[in-house]
């Protein structure tokens, strides 16, 4: 059974960075593409950048696309999402989320889902 288990949230003052991590089982990246997705308050959820196991990363971030980095862990079977230069507009909670093959923007495409960590950026 596939499953992912998102953790590394927390509250982060502004200007800060985080390190989210987003844990495999049940299957790797390998055949897989793996994105997180982020919903704010009142707002629908949405991609924030993707890594495929048949190579590319894709970023879907509507702005400050340099502030995100996305990477994979082999030995930890973790893909990692790295959020520098934290601003009060990243609040929301963040999902990792997979599906076969290739990254794909809209949540609709993926299959597979956690449940999501809290990130809030307050000073």
Same mark, same amino acid.
């Given at each position: 059974q596939k499953q992912l288990v998102e953790s590394g949230g927390g509250l982060v003052q502004p200007g800060g960075s985080l390190k989210l991590s987003?844990?495999?089982s049940g !299957? +790797?990246?390998e055949g897989h593409a793996i994105a997180w997705f982020r919903q704010a308050p009142g707002k629908e959820r949405e991609a924030v950048i993707c890594i495929s196991g048949i190579g590319g990363i894709m970023n879907y971030a509507a702005s400050g696309k340099d502030r !995100? +980095?996305?990477s994979w862990n082999n030995a930890e079977n973790t893909v990692h999402l790295q959020v520098n230069d934290l601003k009060a507009e990243d609040t929301g909670v963040y999902y990792c989320a997979a599906r076969l093959?290739?990254?794909s923007g809209p949540a609709g495409n993926y299959l597979t889902w956690g449940r999501?960590?809290?990130v809030t950026?307050?000073?």
């Open positions: 987003c844990e495999l !299957f +790797t990246l !995100f +980095t996305i093959p290739r990254c999501g960590t809290q950026v307050a000073s």
